[in-house]
């Protein structure tokens, strides 16, 4: 599938209104309702001898003036930077590292994304330090950046607004030293989505080699004469003009995106050719294969078949996928031996025939092999993210590329790990050069657990090592290697990202440790008070012991699952600040200990959190990951449910004081909690939440995750566009909305209006029946935001959420 993974949730400040409501009651307070009762009767008593204060709806003075008061410390958690790349360059004054940063920009509702540098200095005794540029370098919105190889030229592409062309510029040290305008005709904007993504210059830097968006079809026009014979653009357009046939696209985050395809660009000349005979493929990840002479002749890509039923790709690793090579359309021709014509040339080779998943292809050092991910796991259990697995295939300099290159298994698939052992690939990016300079050890970040790590892996022997400190519960993630250094950032959920660098120690030709240093950033500075709020928190890992006496459980399945609890570090008169539960998507995704600027928000203002990674989440190898199919709605709750019980138990958590929150499948989760267990939960909230299966398997871009999710093994045979009666009877069972007669938790509930992944009518529906039995509902719609609700910065946070849940 591919529920949105992670909690981003809007936060409404009074979501906790019931938890604090309950502590009044008990102390004989007044409700809220009645403080606002008198509140009203004394400004109409008082109305001849002043003007009438007029508040927000939902407010009075008093809370007012905590809204006012929190959303000020909400913008300043809000407003730390996240680093989205970086690179490296080596120069004769040593190194450099750039960094690409974004920061919302809450005024204008949208994300501010810059550029900072710095000149990486060593001394004789390792030390490091890096020399930051006196101000960063704000880049305008969707433009993408790509250094060179050698970093003497920067690519900048501007992706067209309206019928504008798409601007490549290459600069120099100083200036743009070429400008080029590529039309509509030609293609459409480069895809910069981190997964069709792909823009790779040459060796020579010569050509770039780039993924944008076909050329639109043209489309039949009808003035008051009748139909216009000839081809006609949309300028050209009379009256009307024909749709055309409609066409199936990738779902969530890509309607109205016309087929990816590869391009290449001469960097001398502003030439664009397109790369031939990907017809029926959706293609992305493109990067120039090696050759002798420096020909640069051939291109390997990821190809996902498109010439059939397209389900939604976004968060899902389930689509069959391969690499392919071509020859670049600039390639020097060459006569081969075997007779081969130039048409036949011009034709993919499909490189992984025997495989079902290849992607993140990236060649080693010397060009003698081409070492790729593969989620495999994924593909043939039908489940949207699972564990993955390292390839590695030879590759020739001198030879045609060959469809029967043998795969070597480099890190297979663990199926169950043993305790604090490595427990499988779990990858969602690769940098463009992770290897070490002995060309055989790749650097990449991974989860492990509930934390992610970095990982050195031989892809020689296959030996996997963690490089992040040992006995560390932060999160670590590369962000760029400085020859055999490496650039990264770790964080942890009370404590703001920090740039670190590693350094490779050689104690002897058969061991070597990495020694990490605090490099002082300008990038994750905050304000006072937000240090100041942290350093009173503190977070663990804790183990959850299954609570499952079926007997039937793989060896994976029933080892203990974990939570990440958030706290303060001391106790106010002995009692329990009031805990949210908080629950990730997917379901096969994960919540790691790293920060997060909501969630640390949450945790700033007085409450504590427990972050479940319940059975099914990525971290923890393939047989816990696959337990879950065929058990939503009860193995995952129950998981939760015991994780509850088992803080309360250690008396870290008061059970009168407990609210639930998570979005997609965690929405999926929000509300069966608060069905099964009504009685359990003082409040929720749940974004985009899976509330009704048999309404979402007809109207989501993803109803095959319906079936493998809820059927398990079966689901892949059992799928069908047209599920039967008994199908649909199973996914009722299945879902949050068969329990809605028992809740009574008063919800919050955030929707985004173009959602394709679980379309707004599931949740509208969940309210409209609680609203129905009269249980207390409010519902927040984002017009113009899709699953992730990340579009609107303001209206996703907590500067619209006003209205008190009680």
């Known amino acids: 599938m591919g529920l949105l993974p992670k909690y981003q949730l809007p936060i409404d400040f009074r979501l906790m209104q019931g938890l604090n409501r309950q502590e009044e009651m008990a102390k004989g307070a007044q409700a809220p309702e009645d403080k606002r009762r008198l509140s009203s009767c004394s400004a109409m008593e008082n109305a001849d001898s002043s003007p009438l204060k007029r508040f927000p709806l939902g407010l009075d003075e008093t809370t007012e003036e905590e809204y006012a008061s929190q959303s000020t410390l909400l913008q300043d958690f809000a407003s730390i930077p996240t680093i989205d790349k970086a690179w490296t360059f080596t120069s004769t004054s040593g190194s450099q590292c750039m960094f690409s940063v974004s920061q919302p920009n809450l005024l204008a509702n949208k994300n501010r994304k810059y550029i900072l540098s710095s000149h990486i200095s060593k001394g004789s005794t390792n030390d490091v330090s890096f020399q930051w540029d006196a101000f960063p370098i704000e880049t305008s919105s969707g433009s993408i950046m790509v250094p060179s190889p050698s970093g003497s030229k920067l690519l900048v592409v501007r992706n067209p607004e309206n019928d504008s062309p798409t601007k490549f510029e290459i600069w120099g040290p100083s200036r743009v030293e070429k400008e080029f305008h ?29 993924v944008a968006e076909e050329p639109a079809p043209s489309k039949s026009v009808f003035t008051h004469l009748g139909y216009k014979k000839g081809n006609s653009t949309d300028k050209e357009c009379g009256s009307w003009k024909g749709q055309g046939d409609w066409e199936e696209d990738w779902g969530e985050t890509y309607p109205g995106k016309r087929e990816p395809a590869i391009f290449v660009i001469d960097v001398n000349s502003g030439e664009v050719h397109p790369v031939e005979g990907t017809r029926k493929l959706s293609v992305g990840q493109v990067v120039w294969a090696p050759a002798s002479g420096g020909l640069q002749q051939y291109l390997v890509f990821v190809g996902w078949p498109s010439d059939t039923r397209k389900l939604g790709i976004k968060y899902c690793y389930n689509r069959p996928c391969a690499l392919y090579a071509v020859r670049s359309p600039f390639s020097k021709s060459e006569d081969h031996k075997s007779g081969t014509n130039a048409s036949e040339e011009a034709f993919p080779v499909k490189l992984t025939q025997r495989i079902s998943s290849a992607f993140f292809p990236r060649f080693s050092p010397d060009g003698k092999a081409l070492v790729f991910l593969s989620a495999k796991s994924s593909v043939d259990s039908w489940v949207h993210s699972a564990t993955q697995s390292l390839h590695r295939i030879a590759w020739s300099l001198d030879v045609k590329p060959s469809p029967d290159a043998d795969i070597v298994d480099v890190v297979p698939v663990v199926m169950c790990p043993e305790d604090g052992c490595f427990p499988g690939l779990y990858c969602f990016n690769l940098l463009t050069k992770p290897w070490l300079s002995d060309g055989y050890t790749m650097i990449l970040s991974s989860v492990w657990g509930s934390t992610e790590v970095i990982l050195s892996v031989n892809v020689l022997s296959g030996k996997v090592s963690s490089i992040s400190p040992e006995n560390s519960n932060f999160s670590w993630s590369v962000l760029a290697l400085d020859g055999n250094n490496i650039v990264a950032v770790c964080s942890s959920p009370t404590d703001v990202p920090e740039i670190k660098y590693g350094s490779l120690v050689v104690k002897s030709s058969a ?33 959850i012991p299954v609570r499952d006496d079926s007997g039937n459980l793989t060896k994976g399945a029933g080892n203990p699952y974990e939570a990440i609890f958030v706290s303060s570090k001391s106790k106010s008169h002995n009692l329990c600040d009031p805990l949210i539960v908080v629950l990730h998507g997917g379901p096969h995704f994960i919540s790691l200990s790293s920060f997060s600027k909501s969630l640390a928000f949450l945790s700033s203002i007085g409450y504590s959190l427990l972050i479940v990674n319940y059975r099914g989440s990525l971290g923890f190898g393939e047989e816990a ?32 004081k407990i609210a639930v929150l998570g979005g997609s499948h965690g929405g999926f989760l929000t509300t069966h909690l608060i069905g099964q267990a009504p009685d359990k939960f003082a409040a929720a909230a749940t974004r985009n939440p899976v509330c009704s299966l048999p309404l979402m398997v007809g109207t989501a871009d993803i109803p095959d995750w319906c079936y493998a999710e809820t059927f398990g093994k079966q689901g892949k045979s059992m799928y069908t566009e047209a599920p039967s009666s008994e199908h649909l009877a199973v996914f009722h069972s299945k879902s949050p909305i068969s329990h809605i007669s028992k809740v009574k938790t008063p919800i919050l509930f955030l929707l985004g209006a173009k959602d394709l992944r679980v379309p707004i009518c599931t949740g509208l529906q969940y309210a409209r029946a609680l609203k129905e039995k009269g249980t207390e509902v409010k519902v927040l719609v984002f017009r113009e935001d899709n699953h992730a609700i990340d579009r609107d910065f303001i209206h996703s946070s907590t500067l619209t959420c006003k209205k008190k849940m009680k």
């Open 182 to 210: 590529v039309p509509l005709s030609a293609h459409g904007s480069v895809y910069s989505d981190g997964w069709f993504e792909g823009i790779s210059w040459n060796d020579d830097e010569n050509f770039i080699a780039y």
């Open 511 to 543: 061991e070597a440790s990495w020694s990490w240093l605090d490099i002082s950033s300008p990038i994750y500075r905050c304000s006072e008070k937000v240090i100041s709020l942290l350093s009173s928190r503190q977070f663990s890992i804790i183990k």
């Open 625 to 656: 990951l696959q337990s879950l199919p065929g058990k939503i709605g009860s193995q995952d709750v129950n998981d939760v449910l015991a994780a509850i019980d088992h803080v309360v138990n250690m008396g870290l958590a008061d059970p009168a």
